[in-house]
């Protein structure tokens, strides 16, 4: 019945490390989106995709990677894991539209790095 | 570039008492407006919207008017509850081109009983 979930909800690694987010709707929207939440609840966008394609990449280090097989889902890869990654990731989706459409969202993936 | 002004926090209220958060906004054209609310340890949650001028959102005894000349979408309850204890953060999108939502740094309510 969740709209859009995320796995894992807790993830806690060393810095060098490489780990995955994954994130899948049942909503049959076409546009998915990533997140981050900072530790003082700043959000900010990092990636937007639209049927498979990317549409949104904001200044993100190149280690973070997202992938979308297909448009139900979208994973976040983030290699070489630093602490300033530590934050809550969130995945969204929505109808591929201009303007006043709902995003969706999960409920978040808190990744700690130490 | 598109930008969301929302009072600083944390804001602390009795139960039954009005609450305004104010949130401004900087954008070409006609964005589309929000209110998302943030529960402790979940996810974001559409509260209300606004897509166009003197527009009025409403939700649980939420409301907000997208003011196009004062470039406003203030977020009001007359009577606050506990349970509406969380952060809320103003957003927009724009009218034309992607869909990424701008979100404004968000206020943390708590209501005390």
């Known amino acids: 019945d969740t709209a859009v979930s995320q796995t894992p909800k807790y993830l806690v690694t060393q810095m060098g490390n490489d780990k995955s987010i994954k994130c899948e709707q049942n909503?049959?929207?076409?546009?998915m989106y990533w997140y981050k939440q900072d530790s003082k609840k700043f959000l900010k966008i990092m990636f937007s995709?639209?049927?498979?394609?990317?549409?949104i990449n904001e200044t993100v280090p190149n280690r973070f990677s997202p992938k979308s097989p297909d448009k139900a889902h979208l994973n976040l890869h983030i290699n070489s894991l630093e602490l300033g990654d530590s934050a809550v990731y969130f995945c969204?989706?929505?109808?591929?539209?201009?303007?006043?459409?709902?995003?969706?969202f999960g409920p978040g993936t808190r990744l700690t790095v130490l | 570039g598109n930008s969301v002004t929302q009072m600083e926090g944390p804001v602390t209220l009795s139960e039954e008492a009005f609450l305004t958060i104010n949130c401004t906004y900087t954008a070409t054209g006609y964005p589309s407006l929000f209110w998302y609310v943030q529960y402790p340890g979940e996810g974001l949650q559409l509260l209300l919207k606004?897509?166009?001028?003197?527009d009025k959102g409403s939700n649980k005894g939420f409301e907000a008017t997208y003011r196009k000349e004062t470039t406003s979408f203030h977020l009001e309850k007359g009577s606050v509850q506990v349970s509406d204890s969380a952060v809320y953060f103003c957003a927009l999108t724009p009218y034309f081109g992607n869909e990424k939502l701008t979100f404004g740094t968000g206020t943390r309510l708590t209501i005390i009983p």
């Open positions: 909503l049959g929207h076409d546009t």
């Open positions: 606004a897509t166009k001028a003197d």
């Open positions: 969204a989706s929505s109808r591929r539209t201009s303007g006043g459409y709902e995003q969706f």
């Open positions: 995709y639209n049927n498979k394609e990317l549409i």
